[in-house]
């Protein structure tokens, strides 16, 4: 049977450093199903990481990782996290990750221990959040990419979009100008109201949308307080109200940023995921 050189490779050293565990990465059920029967007879504790659904739906033994996430360090954290939360893995496992960087082959191994990731706010942000669907948190953070590369290769563009928890949103701010979205009772997932957000990004302060995906409001300015907000260096008003407002709502913020147009997300007060918009893959 035909195995992957580094896959080969990654086996080795799982027996060589008494790993905890493998992870690999697959693209499809034969591929899992290969894998393991060429362990068989090995003791080896294996674990397929994929974006693709299906595979997950038919082995226990797959850890899913949303397809947006394009950079590898970023899905070996979320894999790791998700394991954690599902009880697949236990903190102070030792890790061996084999995956593919920019590549439609195997050509990346590495190791760590699970007590070495801290990606739990990712893993929630997709899977964890109360009252707000997971596809809404992918159509916003699509926009927000695609604003973030448009504004790379012309004007920058600085936004923000609270999601969530809107009734207690729209009390701790206020209509900064007209809001085009008042009574239109519009979807987040349709293609032309995306349209109409890319245009009216332009406009100052931040887009209400609820946790199913309905637009409220655009142009909102939003109160803000210091207390219990710790920012990076460099990160100013908007990332602050942002952040304020996660922390005082059940509310996610996911904000771009117009000085280095990178994406950062905020839930509870905190700066959970930040990432440049050529690190994330959206369609």
């Given amino acids: 049977m035909e195995i992957d050189p580094f896959i080969h490779a990654g086996l080795s050293l799982f027996e060589d450093i008494e790993a ?5 990465e697959v693209e499809s059920n034969k591929d899992m199903d290969k894998i393991e029967e060429f362990i068989s007879s090995r003791k080896i504790n294996l ?5 693709n659904e299906k595979i997950k739906k038919k082995s226990d033994r797959v850890i899913f990782v949303p397809g947006i996430l394009k950079k590898i360090t970023t899905r070996f954290e979320f894999a790791i996290s998700a394991a954690l939360t599902q009880e697949l893995l236990k903190n102070e496992d030792k890790i061996i990750y ?8 195997y050509n990346f191994i590495f190791t760590r221990k699970t007590s070495q990731v801290n990606a739990k706010g990712i893993y929630e942000l997709f899977f964890s959040l109360k009252n707000v669907k997971t596809e809404v948190i992918y159509s916003v953070l699509s926009i927000a990419v695609q604003l973030g590369r448009k504004g790379k290769e012309g004007k920058p563009i600085g936004t923000s979009f ?3 928890d809107c009734g207690n949103v729209m009390q701790k701010s206020s209509q900064i100008t007209y809001n085009p979205f008042e009574r239109s009772y519009v979807n987040i997932s349709d293609a032309g109201v995306q349209n109409m957000i890319k245009e009216f990004s332009r406009l100052d302060g931040a887009f209400i949308i609820s946790g199913d995906g309905k637009l409220l ?3 909102r300015y939003l109160e803000a307080g ?3 907000i710790s920012l990076p260096k460099g990160l100013g008003a908007r990332h602050l109200s942002a952040a304020w407002m996660t922390k005082v709502t059940d509310a996610v913020a996911i904000v771009l940023a117009e000085s280095d147009n990178m994406i950062r997300i905020f839930k ?12 994330v893959t959206v369609d």
């Avoid at 084999?98 to 082959?105: K, P």
């Fill in 20 to 24: 905890d565990a493998i992870l690999i």
């Fill in 47 to 51: 674990f397929g990481v994929s974006s």
């Fill in 98 to 105: 084999v995956g593919r960087l920019d590549s439609e082959h």
């Fill in 162 to 164: 609270i999601i969530g």
């Fill in 217 to 219: 409001a655009a142009s």
């Fill in 226 to 228: 210091k207390d219990g």
């Fill in 268 to 279: 509870n007060g905190e700066l959970v995921w930040e990432v440049d918009p050529d690190e």
